[in-house]
T-cell receptor, first 114, second 113 residues
Framework: DTAVSQTPKYLVTQMGNDKSIKCEQN?????MYWYKQDSKKFLKIMFS???????INETVPNRFSPKSPDKAHLNLHINSLELGDSAVYFC?????????????FGPGTRLTVL | QQQVKQSPQSLIVQKGGISIINCAYE??????FPWYQQFPGKGPALLIA?????SEKKEGRFTISFNKSAKQFSLHIMDSQPGDSATYFC????????????FGEGTQLTVNP
């Protein structure tokens, strides 16, 4: 059973397009995250939701909009894609936000903007 | 502002050797220090973690050494194996900031057979 799943795994698109990445976790966790990993493998948190409520919103262009329809899902929508958005995006989940618990990462979505 | 600095960027070790990766942090409020391991094409996975009330934690071949006064911590991999070849990330967080992890830049470890 996949704990944290993301779709699609690969996404190739043109500049200016709008795209979405979906994430689902079946671990029963309360908190979910989006991370961006750049070409140098640097991992940076973008957003975090706890029970559908936004709790971390890093300095990210407002072209990025997370949406959490329920606590098992956290989707990432990106408007007007730019070349610099090319990266691997990871979804993760953890039991709750107040503790310092293990974060479980999905397999990643490699986004390439042409 | 990079709050967790990791070195070296890459490391090559022979099978059976000891791999050592170092991290230094700035924020004295950090109170949780995990290490994540990432294989190519996969997401990071927790390897081992330490809190500052102890100076060392060992799990199998993996040991974290923690020096609170120096604001440094390191990962030691004993008897390194080719299967340990991966990218290793140190990270830090503080309880009052909830689940916000600040990652180091990563170390690409290659263990030659």
């Amino acid at each position: 059973d996949t704990a944290v799943s993301q779709t699609p795994k690969y996404l190739v698109t043109q500049m200016g397009n709008d795209k979405s990445i979906k994430c689902e976790q079946n671990l029963g966790h309360d908190t979910m995250y989006w991370y961006k990993q750049d070409s140098k493998k640097f991992l940076k948190i973008m957003f975090s939701y706890n029970n559908k409520e936004l709790i971390i919103n890093e300095t990210v262009p407002n072209r990025f909009s997370p949406k959490s329809p329920d606590k098992a899902h956290l989707n990432l929508h990106i408007n007007s894609l730019e070349l610099g958005d090319s990266a691997v995006y990871f979804c993760a989940s953890s039991p709750w936000s107040a503790g310092q618990d293990t974060q479980y990462f999905g397999p990643g979505t490699r986004l390439t903007v042409l | 502002q990079q709050q967790v600095k990791q070195s070296p960027q890459s490391l090559i070790v022979q099978k059976g050797g000891i791999s050592i990766i170092n991290c230094a942090y700035e924020n004295t409020a950090f109170d949780y220090f995990p290490w994540y391991q990432q294989f190519p094409g996969k997401g990071p996975a927790l390897l081992i973690a330490i809190r500052p009330d102890v100076s060392e934690k060992k799990e199998g071949r993996f040991t974290i050494s923690f020096n609170k006064s120096a604001k440094q911590f390191s990962l030691h991999i004993m008897d390194s194996q080719p299967g340990d070849s991966a990218t290793y990330f140190c990270a830090a967080s503080q309880e009052t900031s909830g689940s916000r992890l600040t990652f180091g830049e990563g170390t690409q470890l290659t263990v030659n057979p």
